[in-house]
């Protein structure tokens, strides 16, 4: 095994290293020493696998569960005059080159060591790049990494500090009707048949229904970006209340509204699901800060002919019914509302990964380590 130069560059060298590359490259790939448009025998390749056949690329998806990620480098540059650089703009580097081995005379695989994107379900997209430069040849290419997807709308809730965090403390939470102006274009609603819309705001989370019966629902609002969009995945949480005596209704409904169907039964074009959420869990040590535990879910949307993604799909998340008081109750928490654009054949499949709709099997599982959301 052949192992090259591996530079980890500072995060502030980021901007400034991308933009030098950059002005000493050739439409962003390699860089001339005389004629800038004049043609050269050195080159560098970058692809997914050792025996591809797909041209070269500058862009490239790694799993948001993190690992050793291999691309593969083609090039007639010997290996000792290159420099294989990571950069990005965090404090602490997600990625690293861990190494560099020939597979055959001008072939070489590029491991990557990624950390995973987050220690809870979170998926928002993070870009890097991966640096490669023969600097004596004035050669150079740069490649974008990203990892996640493409957030259209994101809600950690962090922006409603109403009460307290323990479900079970109800002094200060608000009431629908009580919120700012700002925070009623954070989340839309529906009233109930009374004309009221029982949904309370509270620290850090949502509450859904009340102690009286009453249903209540969230609507997301509109996206124009979604105008351009044909896969969609949804993603929240969502925990029932429990108290060790009493435990209410863990059903809720979730609807497409606008264009858009669940891909999980596309000839059905099924527009509305049921799933059973989680209780609270009081009788754990560590609660309430395991209170998301086992209940990240994720959804997944794609166009049709009939139903198109568009600006005006939203999503509605309801927990009871909003016609008629109920003799059981339906309190659901609801927090970390995500829509993020999907683009099949470059996004990770995370549709296949979890096996579908419902419980977050990713990043979502109670194994994982809950940390402070983080705000967009």
């Given at each position: 095994?052949?192992?090259?130069?591996?530079?980890?560059?500072?995060?502030?060298?980021?901007?400034?290293?991308?933009?030098?590359?950059?002005?000493?490259?050739?439409?962003?790939?390699?860089?001339?020493?005389?004629?800038?448009?004049?043609?050269?025998?050195?080159?560098?390749?970058?692809?997914?696998?050792?025996?591809?056949?797909?041209?070269?690329?500058?862009?490239?998806?790694?799993?948001?569960?993190?690992?050793?990620?291999?691309?593969?480098?083609?090039?007639?540059?010997?290996?000792?005059?290159?420099?294989?650089?990571?950069?990005?703009?965090?404090?602490?580097?997600?990625?690293?080159?861990?190494?560099?081995?020939?597979?055959?005379?001008?072939?070489?695989?590029?491991?990557?060591s990624v950390n995973p994107r987050s220690s809870y379900a979170y998926?928002?997209?993070?870009?890097?790049?991966?640096?490669?430069?023969?600097?004596?040849?004035?050669?150079?290419?740069?490649?974008?990494?990203?990892?996640?997807?493409?957030?259209?709308?994101?809600?950690?809730?962090?922006?409603?500090?109403?009460?307290?965090?323990?479900?079970?403390?109800?002094?200060?939470?608000?009431?629908?009707?009580?919120?700012?102006?700002?925070?009623?274009?954070?989340?839309?609603?529906?009233?109930?048949?009374?004309?009221?819309?029982?949904?309370?705001?509270?620290?850090?989370?949502?509450?859904?229904?009340?102690?009286?019966?009453?249903?209540?629902?969230?609507?997301?609002?509109?996206?124009?970006?979604?105008?351009?969009?044909?896969?969609?995945?949804?993603?929240?949480?969502?925990?029932?209340?429990?108290?060790?005596?009493?435990?209410?209704?863990?059903?809720?409904?979730?609807?497409?509204?606008g264009g858009g169907i669940f891909r999980d039964d596309p000839e059905?074009?099924?527009?509305?699901?049921?799933?059973?959420?989680?209780?609270?869990?009081?009788?754990?040590?560590?609660?309430?800060?395991?209170?998301?535990?086992?209940?990240?879910?994720?959804?997944?949307?794609?166009?049709?002919?009939?139903?198109?993604?568009?600006?005006?799909?939203?999503?509605?998340?309801?927990?009871?019914?909003?016609?008629?008081?109920?003799?059981?109750?339906?309190?659901?928490?609801?927090?970390?509302?995500?829509?993020?654009?999907?683009?099949?054949?470059?996004?990770?499949?995370?549709?296949?990964?979890?096996?579908?709709?419902?419980?977050?099997?990713?990043?979502?599982?109670?194994?994982?380590?809950?940390?402070?959301?983080?705000?967009?």
């Amino acid at each position: 095994m052949k192992q090259n130069q591996l530079i980890l560059a500072r995060p502030g060298r980021f901007l400034a290293a991308s933009l030098l590359l950059a002005s000493a490259c050739l439409s962003g790939v390699s860089c001339l020493k005389d004629d800038p448009n004049g043609p050269r025998d050195e080159y560098l390749e970058v692809y997914a696998s050792a025996d591809s056949e797909e041209e070269a690329a500058t862009t490239f998806c790694v799993g948001v569960r993190g690992g050793d990620h291999k691309f593969y480098l083609k090039t007639n540059v010997p290996l000792e005059e290159l420099q294989i650089e990571w950069q990005d703009e965090e404090s602490s580097p997600w990625a690293s080159v861990k190494a560099v081995e020939e597979v055959s005379s001008g072939l070489y695989s590029v491991t990557l060591s990624v950390n995973p994107r987050s220690s809870y379900a979170y998926y928002t997209r993070r870009s890097g790049m991966l640096l490669i430069s023969a600097p004596e040849r004035n050669l150079g290419s740069f490649i974008t990494i990203f990892q996640g997807s493409t957030a259209r709308f994101s809600n950690n809730c962090a922006n409603f500090t109403y009460g307290v965090v323990n479900p079970y403390f109800t002094d200060g939470e608000r009431i629908y009707s009580g919120w700012s102006a700002a925070q009623k274009g954070y989340f839309l609603t529906e009233n109930s048949f009374d004309g009221v819309s029982y949904v309370y705001g509270r620290n850090g989370h949502l509450m859904l229904g009340d102690s009286k019966g009453h249903g209540g629902c969230i609507v997301t609002p509109y996206v124009d970006a979604m105008r351009s969009d044909s896969l969609l995945m949804v993603s929240f949480r969502a925990v029932a209340y429990a108290d060790g005596r009493v435990s209410d209704n863990n059903r809720i409904k979730v609807d497409i509204l606008g264009g858009g169907i669940f891909r999980d039964d596309p000839e059905q074009e099924s527009r509305s699901m049921e799933l059973e959420v989680p209780h609270l869990d009081s009788s754990d040590p560590d609660f309430p800060a395991n209170m998301w535990n086992d209940a990240e879910f994720m959804l997944f949307i794609q166009s049709s002919a009939r139903y198109p993604i568009s600006a005006n799909t939203q999503i509605r998340i309801t927990s009871g019914s909003l016609e008629e008081q109920s003799k059981t109750n339906s309190r659901v928490y609801v927090s970390n509302v995500y829509i993020r654009r999907l683009v099949e054949g470059t996004d990770e499949d995370y549709f296949s990964e979890n096996g579908g709709s419902g419980v977050d099997r990713i990043l979502g599982l109670s194994s994982t380590k809950e940390e402070e959301n983080p705000i967009e």
